[in-house]
């Protein structure tokens, strides 16, 4: 049973920092493509972040220079790591797995 299960959200100032972890269990996710999506109320879910089976990484313009993706591959942990938060960033936070399984989502609140 795959299940992954994010945590670290919360509420934070403008310029403040944030660290996402998303726990995955019920396969290896360092086998596997994982990123970080975010979706905010009334827009499509868009994606911020993702990192291959290799380490390669990929940003979404919007966050490139602030947010890190990172894992721990013997943990089966996603990570990500923002820095100088900005309103816009305001949203809900969901890992994903190779697109086909995802958390239920750690909401981000800057304010």
């Known amino acids: 049973h795959v299940q992954l299960v994010e945590s670290g959200g919360g509420s934070v100032q403008v310029g403040g920092s944030l660290r996402l972890s998303c726990v995955a269990s019920g396969y290896t996710a360092s086998r596997y493509c994982m990123g970080w999506f975010r979706q905010a109320p009334g827009k499509e879910r868009e994606g911020v972040a993702a990192i291959d089976s290799v380490g390669n990484t990929d940003y979404a313009e919007s966050v490139k220079g602030r947010f890190t993706i990172s894992q721990d591959k013997g943990k089966n942990i996603l990570y990500l790591e923002m820095n100088d938060l900005k309103p816009e960033d305001t949203a809900m936070y969901y890992c994903?797995?190779?697109?086909?399984?995802w958390g239920r989502g750690t909401q981000v609140t800057v304010s």
């Open positions: 994903a797995a190779d697109l086909a399984y």
